[in-house]
């Protein structure tokens, strides 16, 4: 049985009050329920207060560069499928400079989950926009408000039929915890952007803020219906829709590589016959 | 002929007139027939048009090197006559289409219209110069088949018949033209370019995951690997970009695939941040550089040597790396194993300095002995580790013992940051020191293995030409040349160029009574790193940096003036 003790408890960086700690338990949790041991697990993360998560539990653990994480991940998943790889880090890593990342990952629909912590502020670096900050909020970096518009994306990531996509809030922890056990379980892409408030950094997105627009999605909503999805990806302001927003069963990447048949790459052996065919091959 | 390797042959045209296809057939066609090749590949980055060269340098003893003087010019269009008819060697013969030439007697015009349709052109070019310089017509015919294979049976034929009546008018109607010598022992040899050499070379080291994003001169690296990879169990993934390619490469090889990524100056300096990473996690990390002129976009297809100073100190921070050049297809196919061993044995990234020039230069090489090569992979699980397992234990020659996650019951860790033993993140500035003094001390082990430049000549020679990479071989035929005029020349070259040791080579430079420097720069870069590491300065140079090879021509007459 695999239980909380065995994901351990550590000292962290965080400030008290951050949303860190909830999402943090949440995970914990969603492993322990998932029945996954530390070993099966790979944790990959980037660089911010979201990224150093993994080195607040028991796992394998991979803290890359900024914005780096998903292309780490997809390169050990790709080489180890046998592995559980979760990504986790905050805004500024994975849709700002890992942005191009995020597009090709979901492309791919690599067999992931992407953990965002998305409070919509540079954290780490005290306090600059991030691109999911709103237009108009002022900033040190920012002193005449934001001028572009923020990065939606769960509209981008529906708009591009990821495998699965969902919206969370540190705020609600049980919710939080079963979406992550579905997305970890989903086979392909999986994110689950999850809203939570900077105590320090950021005045705008309080938990208070949060908490009088977020809501379940009703219990009779279809994520598989895309048109809808799209829709639903695209409320925020007064009433903020957290839950599964959309799945579909693409074929997964990696699926198309025979080589790789759930069998790390390390343990193929190698063909000399078939190397020598190639050399020959060249007279 | 005044070639003293044999006989030198270029093929000029625009681009999609089939002219590096015949170039190709007819270097096969050379290679199985006992002959050594040499092949210069000039083209534009363009699809369509402008003006190409695949030049094949042919004889029956070994060669190294290109040479610039053209004995027989293959002429597809009327600008390689324009272009190339300069070089052309007093006996020398130009193949072109009847129209273009008149009556000049060094001109093989080729009645092109009576024997086939346009786009045959080439195939007929291919037959009239197989036939001149004596290549048996079953050779030719068969490497046409090898190529048009069965897929195609209609365009074989047609290959066929153009190639038999090309050589049935030379036969009738052409010049003479001095035959190649027969090789009476062909011998087994194989055709391969530098790239190819290298692809091969690391699926026979163990290579696992390639990244890659396409950039000439790289390229052909990672379709050599593609076409294979699925008969071998090896991943080739095209990345989003080369930050991307190096990450998942990084990435891979964390989770105990061998990986490699290839590119060239401009895609390098997107994975620069890759390879401090791979230092700082000591996650091990083959990275091909084929060279390319450069600052920026530079002459994307042609040749340089002037990423040294880019590459020895590419990365933030300061950590160890290797860096290998070779200078053969050979060092190509075992410096790239090398390579591999090293990246696995240092945990750490390794780095293999190629340039266009030898990418795509075939040559005539034995087979490789294969089925003798031992395999690397990463370091077994050593089974004496304690719990909790720490990644980047202390220990005296800054290697930890390197565990593979999911593999075994122990955890591994690995950090980008700073980093304590078990790998999670620090700022205890003590343990900072260590950690650097670990990674550092891996340095102390790459000096131990790094590879001594080949010294070839007398002692104390009157010159001694210093080079490195792909420029080798130009350097051995000039310094046989002065040898020949009676100049006593050495030479000195470098496969290996970081970390150098001194004792290897000092003693040979100061026992030359003159050093020159011979390298495809404009500063001399490998000569101010040997001043840098031994305070010997050399301020005679032959440096080339107008986009082509380094020739044995170019270094006698630099020389000269």
Redo the contacts between chains.
Sequence with gaps: MVSLEDFGSYETAWCPGCGNFSILQSVKQALVDLQLK???L?F?SG?GQAA?AP?YL????????HG?SL??????????P??TVVVESGDGCNYGEGG??F??AIRRNIDLTLLVHNNQIYGLTKGQASPTTAAGQVTKAQPSGVASDPFNPLAVAVAMKAGFVARGFSGMPEHLTTLIGKAVRHKGFALVDILQPCVSFNKVNTSAWYKKRCYELPAGYNPSDWAEAMKTSMEWGERIPLGIIYENNRPVYGDH????KQK???A?K???E???R???S?? | MTDPGGLNILIGGEAGQGLVTIGQLLAKALVRSGYFIVVTQGYQSRIRGGHNTFSIRTGPRELSTPREAVDLLIALDRETISLHQGDLHSGGLIITDLSWGGERSDFVGVPFKELGPVKLNNTLALGVAGALIGLPQDVLLNVLSGFFGKKNPSVLEENRQALTKAFQWTGNKAPVFPKLPRVSDPGKRVMMNGNEAIALGALSAGLKFFSFYPMTPATSIALSLAAQAESLGVIVEQAENEIGAVNMAIGASFAGAPSMVATSGGGFALMVEGVSLSAMTETPLVIVVAQRPGPATGLPTRTEQADLDFILHAGHGEFPRAIFTPGTIEECFYLTRQAFALAESFQGPVFILTDQFLADSYRAVSSFPIEDLPWVGPVSDPPNISFPYQRYALTEEGLSPRLIPGMTDHLVVADSDEHTEDGHLTEDLAVRKKMVDKRMTKMEGLLREASMPEYRGEPNPDVLLMTWGSTKGAVLEAAAELNKQGKRTGTLSFSQVWPLVADHFSSILEGAKEVVAVEGNAQGQFARLIRRETGFPISRRVLRYDGLPITPEYILNSLKA
Excluded: C, S, W
Aim: glycine residues 6%; without cysteine.
């Design positions: 530390p070993q099966e790979l990959v660089i150093k080195h028991r796992a394998n653990v991979f803290n890359g560069l780096r292309p780490v991940a997809t390169g050990a998943k790709l080489a180890n046998g592995l191009n990342h597009l090709a590589f025979p080589q790789v790390p790459l390390i193929m190698p063909d000399q078939q190397l020598i190639i050399m020959n060249y007279a």
